[in-house]
């Protein structure tokens, strides 16, 4: 099942030795674990579908894996983060490519792109803000800048969600992030 005909898994149509040589000739280049054409432009579809491999039907892109497809960070994360888009437990996922995220997620936080399951703008924002490296802290105050009023609806939305880890660092984070202008940058890098 091909999510786009511009989206080339190794496998699919091509072998990854083919898509190896046409790398070096310039046709295609790397997006997440695909390729695309190089003239291509590269999409939130594109950079999702990329993960089809890995994300399956069982899991979904978050953190910094969805903050990539949600194009708020330039390159993916060395190890994608997915939690389960199902209701029911899954065996255990032995990949180093991933960090596995055991809880459900509820689906009024999950949208499709690229035929796989992404977290929403609003749930990304609010787990970027929940983890407390700097990492993550860049992606959020990205999305947010990319995205203006992201940080006062995630704000207001996880204010009404019950207790979570990190909850409040996370409301914290979105307060500073809704009190910023929009076009202020970072004076901290």
Same mark, same amino acid.
């Given at each position: 099942?091909?999510?786009?005909?511009?989206?080339?898994?190794?496998g *699919?149509?091509?072998?990854?030795?083919?898509?190896?040589a046409?790398?070096? #000739?310039?046709?295609?280049?790397?997006? !997440? #674990?695909?390729?695309?054409?190089a003239?291509?432009?590269?999409?939130?579809?594109?950079?999702? !579908?990329?993960?089809?491999? &890995?994300?399956?039907?069982?899991?979904?892109?978050?953190?910094?894996?969805?903050?990539? &497809?949600?194009?708020? &960070? +330039?390159?993916?994360?060395?190890?994608?983060?997915?939690?389960?888009?199902?209701?029911?437990?899954?065996?255990? @996922?032995?990949?180093?490519?991933?960090?596995?995220?055991?809880?459900?997620?509820?689906?009024? #936080?999950?949208?499709? @792109?690229? !035929?796989?399951?992404?977290?929403?703008?609003?749930?990304?924002?609010? #787990?970027?803000?929940?983890? !407390?490296?700097?990492?993550?802290?860049?992606? +959020?105050?990205k999305?947010?800048?990319?995205?203006?009023?992201?940080?006062? &609806?995630? %704000?207001?939305?996880?204010?009404?969600?019950?207790?979570?880890?990190?909850k409040? %660092?996370?409301?914290?984070?979105?307060?500073?992030?809704?009190?910023?202008?929009? *076009?202020?940058?970072?004076?901290?890098?």
């Open positions: 099942m091909a999510t786009s005909r511009f989206l080339y898994l190794p *699919d149509r091509l072998s990854g030795t083919e898509l190896s046409a790398r070096l #000739d310039g046709d295609v280049v790397e997006v !997440g #674990d695909g390729y695309m054409p003239d291509a432009v590269e999409t939130a579809a594109l950079r999702a !579908g990329s993960l089809r491999g &890995i994300l399956t039907d069982l899991f979904a892109a978050t953190h910094l894996s969805a903050a990539w &497809i949600h194009d708020a &960070i +330039a390159e993916p994360p060395a190890r994608h983060t997915v939690q389960r888009a199902v209701a029911r437990r899954v065996t255990a @996922v032995h990949d180093r490519r991933v960090v596995v995220r055991d809880t459900a997620l509820d689906r009024g #936080d999950l949208e499709r @792109v690229g !035929g796989v399951w992404v977290t929403t703008p609003v749930r990304t924002l609010a #787990d970027l803000c929940r983890v !407390g490296d700097e990492t993550h802290r860049r992606a +959020a105050q999305f947010s800048q990319l995205r203006p009023g992201l940080a006062e &609806i995630t %704000r207001a939305h996880l204010s009404s969600q019950g207790r979570m880890p990190h409040r %660092r996370a409301l914290n984070v979105l307060a500073e992030l809704a009190a910023r202008p929009a *076009d202020q940058e970072d004076v901290t890098r």
